[in-house]
T-cell receptor, first 111, second 115 residues
Framework: SQQGEEDPQALSIQEGENATMNCSYK?????LQWYRQNSGRGLVHLIL?????REKHSGRLRVTLDTSKKSSSLLITASRAADTASYFC???????????FGKGTMLLVSP | DTAVSQTPKYLVTQMGNDKSIKCEQN?????MYWYKQDSKKFLKIMFS???????INETVPNRFSPKSPDKAHLNLHINSLELGDSAVYFC??????????????FGSGTQLSVL
């Protein structure tokens, strides 16, 4: 069954604004990962947060994890047109490195 | 050099045909995967191989047969193609299959259209 659910399904913002995407999941996890998919391309790993971590930063990315609510958020600050892509959260509930992905959030950043 | 490469990028075929998609990774990873992404972008695991051995088969029809001649290659053969097989198929790899903190490296996908 599907593990992660992102919301919103689609997000449209202007360059320079911040973009926040949320992910909820159902079972306990070892870690949660975020991936980006540009149109017509494969997914690219962005950031991983472990279940014992609450917040993590990488460049303009900030990820939070609330295991009590089984939710995570991805914040992209000072967005650029090049950030236009679909963003997916993924979890490994079984611990067998078989990531389960959500349906993604489509982010459109307009110049 | 492309880390995970899959061919072909596009595949258009008739119902009932048999087709193959090839995947190679040059990362030295032990584990490879096939994922299927449907028209709504939902990405679902199909198979996982660790060092040429099948680890996961997520209730995929028998018409789909993965083959791993060595740990750097994982090919996908599909028999008797059906309309519902139309999707984008992604190959991926990770360093190991057990343990936490494994991240996936994806190929650029094969868009399969069954007419």
């Amino acid at each position: 069954s599907q593990q992660g659910e992102e919301d919103p399904q689609a997000l449209s913002i202007q360059e320079g604004e911040n973009a926040t995407m949320n992910c909820s999941y159902k079972t306990s996890i070892n870690n949660l990962q975020w991936y980006r998919q540009n149109s017509g391309r494969g997914l690219v790993h962005l950031i991983l947060i472990r279940s014992n971590e609450r917040e993590k930063h990488s460049g303009r990315l900030r990820v939070t994890l609330d295991t009590s609510k089984k939710s995570s958020s991805l914040l992209i600050t000072a967005s650029r047109a090049a950030d236009t892509a679909s963003y997916f959260c993924a979890t490994d509930p079984s611990g067998y490195s078989t990531l389960t992905f959500g349906k993604g959030t489509m982010l459109l950043v307009s110049p | 050099d492309t880390a995970v490469s899959q061919t072909p990028k596009y595949l258009v075929t008739q119902m009932g045909n048999d087709k193959s998609i090839k995947c190679e990774q040059n990362l030295g990873h032990d584990t490879m995967y096939w994922y299927k992404q449907d028209s709504k972008k939902f990405l679902k695991i199909m198979f996982s191989y660790n060092n040429k051995e099948l680890i996961i088969n997520e209730t995929v029809p028998n018409r789909f047969s993965p083959k791993s001649p060595d740990k750097a290659h994982l090919n996908l053969h599909i028999n008797s193609l059906e309309l519902g097989d139309s999707a984008v198929y992604f190959c991926a790899s990770s360093q190991k299959h057990r343990g936490s903190d494994e991240k996936l490296f994806f190929g650029s996908g094969t868009q399969l259209s069954v007419l």
